[in-house]
């Protein structure tokens, strides 16, 4: 164990009784054949605390009661003999249930002792419904009664008594949302990391908050994740270890009887019993009906479904996790990202559509021993349970009146970004009271826009004309600045994409000179109080200065006209130029620097895909470009959509080739003015 460290300390002082070492499980569910949660509920009961003395006391009861209880492969035997030597035996073991209608009786199954006609009294199945389809594990007490085992067909084990591995207390929450007070929201994210067994120091903050993103459905009703991705970084562990609450079905064929209702019994399916359901390896899954898929969209997108006559309603989340044979810049030059699913689902865009996001499995590193902790976390029943309960509450309305959606957003895509700010801002703040602070509701929702834009880009490469606008955009605060949230794999760093940028950043390209090629730039301007310009490049370009110089005074001189009734003198501006070519002097620039300074001070963006050049004189005046057609070219090569140049420049342009011509919009500009008017969306 590392020697405890401040979180460790805080989350002691705050939790004490709720934690558990996280290197000690490890530990026991390599040697037993167990999941996490069933470890930990025992390490909870008598491992939970800092003293290194309990914790050596506690372990080896675990041990014992483990060695005692879990039935290993090849012991089945030795426990059966057990059972009839003292009449009972206690296991610890996953238990399903199903009705014998021949003897109008039900009988669980025991697989560890490889048992599939045990006696349960139909109390006990009612009282635990859940065995009826996934089955969950359970401390069980089996007795053997000799009298029996000589009948005919006689089924002489039987099960006594059980109880489910999982907390039964019910003012769980209040707990946490007490302890939460204690955390900064960094170290809330870094102890929730640390409770379902990862060491947040290591990573990054991408993948961070790829693992949270992945929390959200056991938190949030009724939520639709998709997870591709590369194997071995854990997609489906957190359904299966951490929460007995959730169910994962290993590829193959999916009922619908067992995924929904059983219309010969109306026996309730996996929704209805589970807060989620993940389809483990999607590739390889299919109905055993027709219409299976349809009656998953219809689930996905209401939470209900219908067989027979009745509507029933459920709030199952379902996950679909699978793995990516190739990578992401390969699979979207071949397709789309959705590749990986079953052909029914695959080019299905209704079925996309009810998607709430597609968390990107890439950003998440494979799960290594640097990766583990083996610091303080909270026991995963307790953790469940509190999950569980914030499934009854929603976050939405936090969001109102405060968070305002750009235009691109289609009603499906606002409920979907909704439902997963929803459930990443219950689990930073448990508390139904709590005040959420802008940078904290900004977090959630550049990741819920990022994971729902990327199911709408894989409908767009479809070629579905109805998805064609996803430029993802959003307004914080009722003065705050219109967003635009971009889905990195799309974007290549030394092309332009079809994203605006944030206000003060403009593409231009140079066009060079003597001895310099043309070459695409990016001026990147900030501005706060103060007053004056200053280039941040070291050293600043000559001819660079000289263009923002020019620039810098047509502002002055012109404000009124450019930016209304702010007033630049009382502004200091901050400059950055990007070179991304082997072009370093920045040369002639000056009118995308001026519609840079505008753009900061009027916070507005400036039009995806959208390349400015020119130069203006100290006077005002728009200097000619003797290249044009070149810069034209460069444009096309580089992905810009359209291109903004003086007019003065027409007559040179009918030497472009006909097939540049069609790929590019070139736009013209008599004066600044008319160039920064033309160059922000509208």
């Not at 509920?41 to 050596?56: K, M, T």
């Not at 030795?78 to 009988?107: C, P």
């Not at 219409?291 to 219809?298: A, L, T, V």
């Not at 501006?573 to 040369?587: E, N, P, V, W, Y």
């Amino acid at each position: 164990m590392n020697e405890l460290d401040q979180l460790d300390r805080l989350a002691a002082s705050s939790l004490d009784g709720y934690l558990v070492r996280k290197d000690l499980v490890r530990t026991f569910s390599r040697q037993f054949p167990v999941p996490t949660y069933v470890v930990e509920f025992l390490l909870g009961r008598y491992c939970a605390s800092v003293d290194d003395d309990e914790i050596q006391e506690g372990l080896q009861v675990v041990e014992r009661q483990l060695k005692s209880r879990a039935v290993k492969a090849g012991e089945e035997e030795l426990f059966k003999a057990r059972a009839r030597e003292n009449g009972e035996v206690k296991i610890i073991d996953i238990i399903t249930a199903r009705l014998d209608a021949k003897s109008d009786s039900y009988v669980a199954t025991l697989p560890s002792l490889q048992l599939a006609d045990v006696r349960i009294s139909p109390e006990l199945v009612k009282e635990h419904e859940r065995m009826l389809t996934g089955g969950f594990y359970a401390e069980i007490s089996l007795k053997y009664d000799a009298a029996i085992a000589q009948e005919s067909r006689g089924r002489p084990f039987g099960v006594d008594s059980l109880r489910e591995i999982q907390l039964s207390k019910r003012d769980v929450l209040d707990v946490l949302v007490k302890a939460r007070k204690d955390f900064s929201t960094e170290e809330w994210k870094a102890f929730l990391l640390r409770s379902i067994g990862i060491e947040p120091a290591s990573l990054s903050e991408r993948a961070k908050n790829a693992l949270l993103l992945r929390i959200v459905p056991l938190v949030e009703r009724n939520y639709n994740l998709v997870e591709l991705g590369p194997r071995g970084t854990g997609k489906s562990h957190l359904f299966q270890q951490i929460s007995p609450y959730a169910h994962l079905i290993s590829g193959g064929k999916a009922t619908v009887a067992k995924m929904f209702v059983n219309n010969s019994t109306g026996q309730r399916g996996l929704v209805c019993l589970y807060d989620v359901v993940c389809f483990d390896e999607v590739s390889g899954i299919s109905f055993d009906q027709k219409d299976g898929i349809n009656i998953m969209k219809g689930y996905m997108e209401s939470g209900e479904f219908s067989r027979g006559k009745e509507s029933i309603r459920a709030d199952g989340s379902l996950v679909l996790v699978g793995n990516f044979e190739v990578d992401v810049e390969h699979q979207q030059r071949i397709g789309h990202l959705f590749g990986p699913m079953p052909k029914e689902m695959r080019d299905d865009t209704a079925f996309m559509d009810r998607i709430h996001a597609f968390l990107p499995g890439w950003d998440v590193p494979k799960i290594s021993k640097e990766y583990l902790t083996d610091h303080f976390g909270l026991v995963s029943d307790f953790l469940s349970e509190c999950w569980t309960q914030l499934r009854n509450q929603s976050r939405v309305s936090s969001l109102q009146n405060r968070v305002f959606f750009g235009g691109a957003l289609s009603g499906r895509d606002i409920n979907a970004v909704n439902k997963t700010v929803s459930g990443l801002l219950k689990l930073l703040y448990p508390g139904s009271e709590s005040v959420i602070p802008d940078e904290d509701m900004e977090w959630a929702l550049r990741i819920a826009m990022e994971a729902r834009r990327r199911v709408k880009e894989q409908q767009k490469r479809i070629g579905a004309a109805e998805f064609r606008n996803t430029h993802f955009s959003y307004v914080l605060g009722a003065d705050g600045v219109e967003k635009f949230v971009s889905t990195p794999e799309l974007q290549s760093e030394n092309s332009i994409g079809s994203d605006p940028l944030e206000p003060g950043q403009v593409w231009t390209i140079s066009p060079g000179g003597m001895d310099e090629h043309p070459g695409l730039y990016r001026i990147e301007i900030s501005e706060g109080p103060g007053s004056g310009v200053k280039i941040l490049n070291k050293p600043v370009p000559p001819a660079f200065r000289e263009s923002m110089s020019f620039a810098e005074q047509n502002l002055y001189a012109r404000s009124t006209q450019l930016v209304g009734d702010k007033d630049p003198r009382h502004h200091e501006f901050t400059i950055q130029l990007r070179a991304f070519d082997a072009s370093k002097t920045g040369a002639k620039l000056g009118i995308a620097g001026l519609v840079a300074l505008c753009t900061s001070l009027l916070k507005k963006s400036i039009r995806g895909g959208l390349i400015i050049v020119g130069e203006i004189a100290l006077g005002g005046s728009i200097e000619p470009i003797h290249n044009p057609v070149m810069m034209a070219e460069i444009a096309v090569e580089k992905g810009a959509t359209a291109l903004l140049m003086p007019v003065t420049c027409r007559r040179q342009l009918v030497d472009l080739s006909d097939d540049m011509a069609t790929k590019i919009d070139i736009q013209f500009y008599l004066d600044a003015k008319e160039a920064l008017l033309k160059a922000i969306i509208e």
